[in-house]
């Protein structure tokens, strides 16, 4: 099971940093994306790393904005989030498939986060 969290309410150029957590197993040989939705829009792939080495792939969209990371002792994935813009304001969701392949589809994904919403204002 996933938990995402740290959603919230800022200002346009603010930094904020999401957090993708398990409990109870580890996310050895899995790959964990990050994933945004609004409101009437299918889910966007923002980004996606391997738990084994760390490889990584970002959206153009994001690319040099934000950063995905992982803890391999707290068992946890991180978007950092830089320089938001208003049009970052979404509900941020993290998923995981047991490969070691990244995937930016988010029907590829097996498990899912509950959600946490990122609001930006400008």
């Known amino acids: 099971q996933l938990q995402a969290y740290g959603g919230g309410l800022g200002q346009a150029g603010d930094s904020l940093r999401l957090a993708c957590a398990t409990s109870?197993?580890?996310?050895?040989?899995?790959?964990v994306g990050w994933f945004r939705q609004t409101p009437g829009k299918e889910r966007e792939f923002v980004a996606a790393i391997s738990w084994d080495d760390g490889s990584s792939f970002h959206a153009d969209s994001v690319k040099g904005r934000f950063t995905i990371s992982r803890d391999n002792a707290k068992n946890t994935v991180y978007l950092q989030m830089n320089s938001l813009k208003s049009e970052h304001t979404a509900v941020y969701y993290c998923?995981?498939?047991?490969?070691?392949?990244?995937?930016?589809?988010?029907?590829?994904?097996?498990?899912w986060g509950q959600g946490t919403e990122v609001t930006v204002s400008s």
């Open positions: 998923a995981a498939r047991g490969s070691r392949w990244l995937y930016t589809r988010h029907g590829n994904y097996e498990c």
């Open positions: 109870g197993r580890t996310l050895s040989s899995y790959a």
